[in-house]
């Protein structure tokens, strides 16, 4: 059965930064792709970021570019997303998501419970 | 970048058909995945690709596309299905590639 668990979420100020991690089990995770998904509260979905499956592509938003980054670690099975230079708007249930195939962006069929990031002073 | 646009809301009486749309030029070239949320929740994937609907999703789920438009057709629509959903489509341009979620439609069932 796949698992994705997210962590690292927490109260930051703006300008500030966190790393979080999902851990993935239950599937070979080196094989698909990932993404990372946030909602800011009350709000629709935002696709933020992407990884191939090597972890040698990654893609993002154009709100988070330059500001995040995208990583994993297949020999952990574990996916993470530094946020740096929060921004209020930057707060956000997180999502990861686990793509169906090795491209990024296919459909996500499998999701975490997300971890909430708050940015405020 | 690009963009899908849904209804905010659509309604539909208890067993009657519903279909809920999603515009955007992305269409043209890439189907659209589709995601229901119900609150507190993260979403599930209901419907992707030209016709394929994950394991344990019910078949009164169906999605076609035309030109420029997704749908999602519920027919028989049950209580349980009360929810947002979500559009979705991949869309790549040199060097780059983007995901894209419409705004979500929000599903009464009454």
């Known amino acids: 059965e796949v698992h994705l668990v997210e962590s690292g979420g927490g109260l930051v100020q703006p300008g500030g930064s966190l790393r979080l991690s999902c851990a993935a089990s239950?599937?070979?995770?080196?094989?698909?792709?990932m993404s990372w998904v946030r909602q800011a509260p009350g709000k629709g979905l935002e696709w933020v970021s992407g990884?191939?499956?090597?972890?040698?592509?990654?893609d993002y938003a154009d709100s988070v570019k330059g500001r995040f980054t995208m990583s994993r670690d297949n020999s952990k099975n574990t996916l993470f997303l530094q946020v740096n230079s929060l921004r209020t708007e930057d707060t956000a249930v997180y999502y990861c998501?686990?793509?169906?195939?090795?491209?990024?962006?296919?459909?996500?069929?499998?999701w975490g419970q997300g971890t909430l990031v708050t940015v405020s002073s | 970048s690009s963009e899908l646009t849904q209804d905010p809301a659509v309604s539909v009486a208890l067993g009657q058909t519903v279909r809920v749309t999603c515009q955007g030029d992305?269409?043209?070239?890439?189907?659209a995945t589709w995601y229901q949320q119900k609150p507190g929740q993260a979403p599930l994937l209901v419907f992707y690709?030209?016709?394929n609907r994950p394991s344990g999703i019910p078949d009164r789920f169906s999605g076609s596309t035309s030109g420029d438009t997704a749908s999602l057709t519920i027919t028989g629509a049950q209580a349980e299905d009360e929810a947002d959903y979500y559009c979705?489509?991949?869309?790549?341009?040199?060097?780059?590639?983007?995901?894209?979620f419409g705004g979500g439609t929000k599903l009464t069932v009454l």
């Open positions: 998501a686990k793509d169906s195939k090795p491209i990024v962006g296919a459909c996500f069929d499998y």
């Open positions: 239950g599937f070979n995770f080196s094989s698909y792709a």
């Open positions: 990884i191939s499956g090597s972890g040698g592509s990654t």
């Open positions: 992305s269409l043209r070239r890439s189907f």
């Open positions: 690709g030209k016709n």
């Open positions: 979705s489509s991949r869309d790549t341009s040199i060097n780059h590639l983007e995901v894209v």
